[in-house]
């Protein structure tokens, strides 16, 4: 099984940037897949962005585009998400997710390992 520990949330004003990170760990198959979701209060969890383990694949949701970027370091283990001009609509608890394969998925039912998550609060 693969741990994955989110860090790098907090609370920010509207218009403000934060980078969020994901370390893998434990048993990690390869190639892997890895992503981000959100969930707001009284919200379903929803697709954030993905990126595949040769990292030339990074889909986003559109509510996201242009204003967030997923990338992978060299070692694989670890995925970052840069968040600019954040917007009250992004508070959520993000939550990175891996999947075994090559290609990426905006299904949350296709990612068999999470991490506990961590909060981003935009203030207006």
């Known amino acids: 099984q693969v741990q994955l520990v989110e860090s790098g949330g907090g609370l920010v004003q509207a218009g403000g940037s934060l980078r969020l990170s994901c370390a893998a760990s434990?048993?990690?198959?390869?190639?892997?897949?890895m992503a981000w979701f959100r969930q707001a209060p009284g919200k379903e969890r929803e697709f954030v962005a993905a990126i595949n383990w040769r990292g030339d694949s990074t889909p986003y949701a559109g509510s996201v585009k242009g204003r967030f970027s997923i990338s992978r370091k060299d070692t694989k283990d670890t995925v970052y998400l840069q968040m600019n001009g954040l917007k009250p609509e992004d508070t959520a608890v993000y939550y990175c997710a891996a999947r075994g394969g090559w290609t990426t998925s905006a299904q949350s039912t296709n990612y068999s390992d999470w991490g506990q998550g961590t909060q981003v609060t935009v203030s207006s």
């Open positions: 434990g048993r990690t198959f390869t190639p892997y897949t």
